[in-house]
């Protein structure tokens, strides 16, 4: 069983930064596709930002230019460093683990607001 404990969250004025970690109870960060996702309220749940084994990224067009995902091997923690949020990056946001079956973290609140 993999646990995936997400960190980072809070409340932050709009331009500011966070970074959020996504702590595995295994080494996995280096050998799966792992990935952020959002949930705002009463949407649905979307992708933000993925990194593969080998190391490529993508993002939504949404973050891309301010968001950056990055992982610790040695650390078995994933990030996502975000700068210049928005008032509409303000959701629930989770890790995963890119299997089947798939792996959630429990989520950490990120709200951007003045």
């Known amino acids: 069983q993999v646990q995936l404990v997400e960190s980072g969250g809070g409340l932050v004025q709009p331009g500011g930064s966070l970074r959020l970690s996504c702590l595995a109870s295994?080494?996995?960060?280096?050998?799966?596709?792992m990935g952020w996702y959002r949930q705002a309220p009463g949407k649905q749940r979307e992708l933000v930002a993925r990194i593969s084994s080998s190391g490529l990224t993508t993002y939504a067009d949404s973050v891309k230019g301010r968001f950056t995902i990055s992982r610790d091997n040695a650390k078995n923690t994933l990030y996502l460093q975000m700068n210049s949020l928005k008032p509409e990056d303000t959701a629930v946001y989770y890790c995963k683990r890119e299997t089947i079956p798939a792996y959630w973290g429990q989520g950490t609140q990120v709200t951007v607001s003045s």
């Open positions: 295994r080494s996995i960060i280096s050998i799966y596709t």
